[in-house]
């Protein structure tokens, strides 16, 4: 379980049911600035109500809350103080996203920035 920005507990088990792209950033992280745009493009459009974008931001003595809001990011951004989520998840490289399916299995992981037309090809396969 991990805080949002505004401090409230949220878990994955939260969006079982749901498609999920839980997605690995760090607002030092270039491509990550790009790929966040994209993610809020999609959500902000997404026509399917079966998909979440959860960001976990693993660089937390950054304002994160400042640069989300500079960005207009909507969809949930979790802090990983500890960086217990990031070592769970094993994420070596960021961005990295994984999709996961309705019932919390991982089908996929991509390694780098998404555009918005990758979003949407990825959300088709699974």
Known sequence: MLQTIEGENISLTDFRGKKVMLNFWATWCAPCKQEMRDFQLFYQNKKDANIEIIAVNIDTKSNVGKYIERLGITFPVL????????????????????????????RDKYYSAMPLSLIEEKLKQF
């Open 79 to 106: 802090l990983d103080e500890n960086d217990h989520i990031n070592e769970i998840y094993q994420v070596l490289v960021i961005p990295t996203t994984y999709f996961i399916d309705e019932e919390g299995v991982i």
